[in-house]
């Protein structure tokens, strides 16, 4: 293999993009509101649908709006709203993974500090799950699979909460809902999975909650994925 270096002369080119240069990222909860700033330079004046993008979990949420870039230092200020941030079901230190300007993303790293979704909460949310079996006979066997689900209710009104409970192989074990009155503050709805349903299917858990969702008036106001994965049951274990 050979290499040929010619004499060519290099010439300047006109549009020539230098690139956007992070200079500093700062966070902040502003009320019910995570805030984001950004600080940035830029060799143009542009404007670009701007999207930021703030990763936990391996799942992600952003912030996106066009924003006008000038060649200078500019200041981006990017919000995530109360239900945005109650969505994530999130207690710990958000990743800001990229910045996307236009059709150019810029890695970064930046970590936030510690966030709580339930500091930013407006609405009624699910935040934990606790999971038994009931032996109501005394046979050594459960007959009920007892899943509690603890809320965080905002205004006194009529709930309804959906669960679907499933194994680790995608196979339905069951989805129950429960509607009834729930007073503001914490409350705990029960949901009794009958245990002659595990024997039948010869499921074993641990079994994992693949979706739970809350109703107020009939509207969804709150929902999680891969909510809580139960005790590891084996299905000799129901009757």
Do not use: C, W
């Not at 200020?77 to 969505?87: A, G, H, L, V, Y």
């Not at 009155?181 to 039948?200: D, M, P, T």
């Amino acid at each position: 293999m050979k290499y040929r270096k010619d004499d060519i002369p290099t010439r300047n080119y006109l549009d020539y993009e230098e690139g956007y240069r992070v200079i500093d990222i700062k966070d902040t909860k502003i009320n019910k509101t995570l805030r984001i700033n950004v600080t940035l330079t830029h060799s143009k004046n542009e404007t670009h649908v701007t999207t930021l993008f703030l990763s936990y979990n391996n799942s992600f949420i952003s912030s996106k709006e066009s924003k006008s870039i000038k060649s200078t230092t500019n200041f981006l200020i990017f919000n995530f709203d109360n239900e945005t941030i109650k969505r994530t079901h999130y207690i710990g230190n958000f990743t800001i993974s990229s910045l996307k300007i236009g059709r150019k993303t810029i890695k970064t790293d930046f970590i936030t500090g510690f966030y709580d979704f339930r500091d930013f909460a407006a609405s009624s949310y699910i935040f934990n799950f606790t999971d038994n079996g009931t032996d109501s006979i005394s046979d050594k066997k459960f007959g009920i699979l007892q899943i509690n689900v603890s809320t965080q209710i905002m205004q006194d009104n009529n709930y309804s909460i959906t669960l679907a409970l499933y194994d680790l192989f995608d196979n339905l074990i069951e989805i129950k809902n429960v509607s009834t009155f729930l007073n503001a503050g914490g409350n705990i709805v029960s949901f009794n999975i009958n245990g002659s349903r595990i024997y039948e299917k010869k499921l074993n858990g641990p079994f994992i909650i693949k979706y739970a969702e809350l109703f107020m008036n009939g509207s969804l106001i709150d929902k999680i994925s891969d909510a809580h994965t139960t005790a590891n049951y084996n299905f000799n274990d129901f009757d």
